[in-house]
Structures are given as C-alpha cells and as structure tokens.
C-alpha cells in the first residue's frame, strides 16, 4: 500500500478506509496544492497589471469508495464517521509525509443500484493546509547534564543536572508555508513587559503587563484563532488590551526562523516555549 487514509469522526472515533476488508478506495481528489485567487489592478499606461493580493481557496477532498461484500452493511458502517454537515478529520500517511486535515462533511452521494456501488463523499476543508499529526514543542532553556563518573557524593549533596535560559532559540519550519503558533511564557518571579523577537525579520510581540511566579501566558498567532490569556491559580482571563503598540502576530516561516525575548526586568524569571504545527500546501 503506498498510503493510507483514515478518518476520525466528531466524537474522535477512527476508521481506516485503506487496507481494510470493508472498503476499497479507488481515488483521493484534492490532495496537492490548491488554487489561489489573485486580484490585481489593471495600469492605465502600461501592458499587464499590478499585484494586489493573493488568498488560496479552502479545498474539497472527494474520496471514492467501494463497499465490498456485505454491501449495504459497509456502505451503512460509512455514515457513522461522514455524517453531512458535522466535522471530520482525515488522517494520510505515505513514505514522506505523515498528515492531517480537518474539514466538514459536505456530501455523501452514489449510486444504489449499480453492479458495482460507488460512494463519493465530499468534505470541505476551510483551513486548505495539511497539518503534521504531532505538534512540535520547542523550549527555550535546555537541561545540562552534570553528573559524571567517577563521582563522589558530599554531605550537601551534588547537583545532578541544571536548566541554563538561552536568550535565542533556532525553530525549523519544516513545511511549505507559513504557520502561526502558541508561545508560552511562564514565571517563576516577577517578570515585567514580555516581548518575543523574530530575530531575522525585526518583528515582536510584547506585552505590557507585570507577571507574578506561577503565571502562564499563552499567545496564540495562528489564523483566525489569534489570542492572548493569562493563567493564574487555575483561573483564564483575557490580555488582548495588554498588547503593545506596533506589534506582529509572529510566525514561523518555511526553514530557519531565529527567535529571542526580552523583557523590562525579570528575564531570569521567564520560561518560553513554541508550540506549533508543520504546515503543507499538498502530500
């Protein structure tokens, strides 16, 4: 088999429809790239146009299924994880890249009364982006290993490991486009007005704000999902009045992305970590 295709229904139930002695997959349309729209303005003066903008169009996946024998049974066992109109998650893995994407059921149609059925269902991706299947955590301080033999213990005790804080952080966008992500700041002291730089293209994100130890701040860069809150003692409360003027949602762009913090005082209270997902305009 060189892929293989599951599906995953609302309620996080999962069913291969490769390999399987229920289905026979005979073709997966909508798996490269999807188109964009460009607009652009026509010069008065000059042959061609000007760019303006450029957007990719969500992307319909049609899978076509064959039930195999009992046909009504299998064909039946299909409706439970594509219900119309209700959320879906396919799951595609093939010798490169193992992936996800989540859409919403838009059709399930074929025909009843041939030899052979056929079913084509329809599902209509808004976010037209394959996804990794694991999301990648990156911390900026790292864990240096100090025991070492031959060894000897004193009545104190001997320090077996200890976290050293980088200032910078290198993060490897390993996909095609660009992806928002999750930074975490976490305190463990008073840490005062945050800020996350993109080392290489000058961006940041920062925050007016004074955190106490124990406090988790999450910022959220990612598309049409974009906040920022604070997590203290359990509670969530909303710090999108806290952003600083002139600030970039950050992103990681394809390849190497630098990335560094600051903060007014405290940055020896301050953990960060990135969490986020590779993105792929196609399998």
Not at 46 to 57: E, I, K, L, P, T
Not at 78 to 105: A, D, E, W
Not at 201 to 214: I, P, S
Request: aromatic fraction near 10%; charged fraction near 25%; proline fraction near 4%.
């Amino acid at each position: 088999m060189r892929y293989r295709l599951y599906a995953e229904n609302e309620k996080n139930e999962r069913i291969e429809l490769t390999n399987s002695p229920y289905f026979t997959v005979t073709d997966v349309d909508g798996l490269l790239p999807e188109t964009a729209t460009i607009t652009s303005t026509a010069t008065a003066n000059g042959d061609g146009a000007m760019f303006n903008s450029a957007r990719v169009q969500d992307r319909p996946i049609m899978i076509t299924v064959l039930p195999e024998y009992p046909v009504e049974e299998n064909r039946q066992r299909l409706y439970r994880y594509f219900r119309v109109k209700k959320q879906v998650t396919l799951y595609y893995r093939n010798q490169n890249r193992n992936v996800k994407i989540s859409g919403y059921v838009e059709s399930f149609d074929g025909s009843l009364f041939e030899q052979t059925q056929t079913i084509i269902i329809t599902i209509r991706c808004l976010d037209p982006y394959f996804k990794d299947q694991q999301e990648t955590q990156v911390n900026v301080s790292q864990i240096l290993d100090l025991f070492e033999f031959p060894f000897t213990i004193d009545a104190e005790g001997i320090p077996f490991s200890q976290i050293e804080k980088n200032m910078t952080q290198n993060i490897i966008n390993a996909g095609d486009v660009d992806t928002g992500m999750i930074i975490e700041l976490s305190a463990d002291g008073e840490v005062v007005d945050p800020i996350i730089y993109n080392a290489d293209t000058r961006e940041r994100f920062g925050l007016n704000y004074t955190m106490q130890a124990g406090d988790v701040i999450r910022i959220n860069t990612n598309q049409h999902n974009k906040r920022v809150e604070l997590i203290r003692s359990g509670a969530v409360s909303n710090l999108i009045n806290s952003i600083m003027q002139g600030n970039r949602w950050l992103q990681i762009y394809p390849g190497d992305n630098t990335f560094t913090y600051d903060c007014t005082s405290g940055d020896e209270f301050m953990d960060v970590t990135f969490i986020y997902e590779n993105k792929y305009e196609g399998v």
